[in-house]
Structure formats: C-alpha cells, structure tokens
C-alpha cells in the first residue's frame, strides 16, 4: 500500500510562519502552525495508507498521532528534503505538507489507492504544489526543481511529464504563507483547529499580543 508523507517543521516561535508576523506576533504564528499541523495530521491518520510518516525537522510533540512513524529531514534546500523522504519508500508514497489544514480524508485516499495513474499532482494557488504522489518514488524527479517561486509547480508537473508519467491531478488548495492566506483557509476550513484558533486571534490587535 501506500505510504502517506506529511513534511513540517517543528512549530516553534521564529521558525514557522514568518510570513503571518505581522499582523500575528510570532508565538501566535507558531500556534497557528501548530493548529495546521494537527489538522493535517489528523486528516491524514483518517486515511487507509500503508503506512503514515511524518518527516520532522525538529522534535516531535502532544499533536503527533499514534500512527505516525517519525523520521527526520536530510539538510539541505527543500528540493533535497523532499527527495530524501521519497527516497526513504521502497513503493509508492503521497506526500503532503504542513500547510493546509483544509484537507481531508477525502482529498488524499484516491491518490493512495491503486489506480492507473503513476503521480498525482496537487496544484496550490501561489503556483507551488501542496501534494505529490508517486508510484515508483524517483528522488530526481524533485532534485533541482526551483522552490518558492510561482513556477515551481509548472517544473514540477513538467519534469513528471517529460518522464512519460501518467499523471492524476488533485484539487487545486491554497497554502497558509500570508495572514490573508490564513483569512482565506480559515473561512474555508470551517470545523478545524486552524479556523477556531485564527478566529480567535484578532488581526486587528495581534501585533500588540504577546
């Protein structure tokens, strides 16, 4: 069966979701991590994989799963890591990040089925890639791939074309970068740990929170 990826940083002040800071202080921007985290995680032990791996940079805590497996990140830029942790499955592997709590078990088990596809590709917004699936892990299809930057999903799904891959595409999400990307994720992900936290958070006042 498949195994099912979670990449994240540990979710420590300063470390996380720089990008949220301001309007929200950085232990609030941790929380906040922390909240998409949980999310994430729960949503994905919902889900009938072979095995569930979350692939840590840093120590793991109180919101780790029981069915979680931990193993650490390689050093390097973000293309290594995420070579790495396909390089670490001997069959296919789905891997997602820390960054959208508003996926669900619904999202993620066609992409852990077998099916005919050889990927899957999941589009987020910013133009990056929020899940990547792939039947024969091959760390080079990650390495070199620019990150961060608005062409890094179209080099991405074009590196996975140009191998011949068939290739099945997943819903297009939106990442938590940005306080309003957070606005955007809480309205969407109504019910969540994300959206209870990020609504009581006042933008208005963070700044002057501690």
Not at 46 to 67: F, I, K, N, S, T
Not at 80 to 105: H, I, K, N, S, Y
């Amino acid at each position: 069966m498949t195994a099912l990826l979670v990449i994240a940083k540990e979710p420590l002040p300063g470390r996380v979701k720089t990008r949220l800071t301001p309007p929200f202080t950085p232990p609030q921007a941790a929380a906040l991590a922390e909240a998409a985290l949980t999310d994430t995680l729960a949503a994905a032990a919902r889900v009938p994989a072979g095995r569930h791996v979350l692939v840590l940079d840093g120590e793991p805590g109180a919101w780790l799963p029981p069915c979680f497996e931990v193993v650490p990140q390689v050093a390097g830029g973000l293309d290594v890591r995420l070579a790495a942790a396909f390089a670490g499955c001997e069959g296919p592997a789905l891997l997602v990040g820390m960054d959208t709590p508003q996926l669900t078990p619904a999202l993620l088990t066609p992409a852990v089925r077998g099916s005919a596809y050889d990927a899957w590709f999941g589009p987020a917004v910013d133009g990056g890639f929020w899940a990547l699936g792939l039947r024969s892990p091959d760390p080079a299809l990650l390495l070199g791939v620019p990150m961060s930057r608005a062409d890094t999903g179209a080099v991405l799904y074009g590196r996975l074309r140009a191998a011949g891959l068939r290739i099945g595409r997943l819903p297009e999400l939106r990442d938590v970068d940005t306080a309003e990307d957070a606005r955007l994720v809480a309205a969407e992900a109504t019910g969540t740990r994300f959206a209870a936290l990020h609504a009581a958070l006042d933008p208005a006042r963070a700044g002057a929170a501690t």
